[in-house]
Nanobody, 123 residues
Framework: QVQLVESGGGLVQAGGSLRLSCAAS????????MGWYRQAPGKQRELVAT???????NYADSVKGRFTISRDNARNTVFLQMNSLKPEDTGVYYC?????????????????WGQGTQVTVSS
């Protein structure tokens, strides 16, 4: 079964850290770009970070310097290390596989999504 499964979400105080994981199965993992999205209550889903198979990364301005995306192709896993968390980082975080090796900012360019993991940052 082709799927992405996120884990690592939870409740944390502002200033704290969380590390999200996304395990891929049923697919050849080391080729396509991967991304992390998030959706806050009442807001549109937004792209947080992307990573190519070779490890090139891009971040939304709101998380630059605080979040780090990485991947372990041997373990079919992509990570999102989140430091200095703020209440506005609260939301459901989704892992997504890009259709191509080059990541984009368009939802339509991602063809496989995980079920999401909740991140709640208290003030």
């Amino acid at each position: 079964q082709v799927q992405l499964v996120e884990s690592g979400g939870g409740l944390v105080q502002a200033g704290g850290s969380l590390r999200l994981s996304c395990a891929a199965s049923g697919m050849i993992f080391g080729i396509n770009a991967m991304g992390w999205y998030r959706q806050a209550p009442g807001k549109q889903r937004e792209l947080v970070a992307t990573i190519t198979s070779g490890g090139s990364t891009n971040y939304a301005d709101s998380v630059k310097g605080r979040f780090t995306i990485s991947r372990d192709n041997a373990r079919n896993t992509v990570f999102l290390q989140m430091n200095s968390l703020k209440p506005e980082d609260t939301g459901v975080y989704y892992c997504a596989k890009a259709r191509d090796i080059t990541p984009t900012t368009a939802d339509r360019d991602y063809d496989l999504w995980g079920q999401g993991t909740q991140v709640t940052v208290s003030s």
